[in-house]
């Protein structure tokens, strides 16, 4: 059974950071790619950043730059390191893989960003 939970979301002031977190387990992190997702308010999940099993990484355009994922092979365990916060980036952040053509998700972590 795959899960993924993540942690580390909370309130922040605009320009703070946070360590967003995606402990899995069912599946090994280094074999697959795993994304973190935003949900703004009211607007649809879209893709923030991913690494994939070889460590290339994409970024969306609006955090190329202030984020950073990276994963602890030893800890099956995926990061979001974010930096320089804008009130845009506030949403429920999710972590996501597939495995044998299955979509799996978390239950996901509210950052909220404030001026």
């Known amino acids: 059974q795959v899960q993924l939970v993540e942690s580390g979301g909370g309130l922040v002031q605009a320009g703070g950071s946070l360590r967003l977190s995606c402990v899995a387990s069912?599946?090994?992190?280094?074999?697959?790619?795993v994304g973190w997702y935003r949900q703004a308010p009211g607007k649809e999940r879209n893709l923030v950043a991913e690494i994939r099993s070889n460590r290339d990484t994409f970024y969306d355009a609006a955090v190329q730059g202030r984020f950073t994922i990276s994963r602890d092979n030893a800890k099956n365990t995926v990061y979001l390191q974010m930096n320089s916060l804008e009130t845009e980036d506030t949403g429920i952040f999710f972590c996501?893989?597939?495995?044998?053509?299955?979509?799996?998700w978390g239950q996901g972590t509210q950052v909220t960003v404030s001026l």
């Open positions: 996501n893989t597939w495995r044998s053509g299955n979509g799996y």
């Open positions: 069912g599946i090994t992190v280094t074999d697959r790619t």
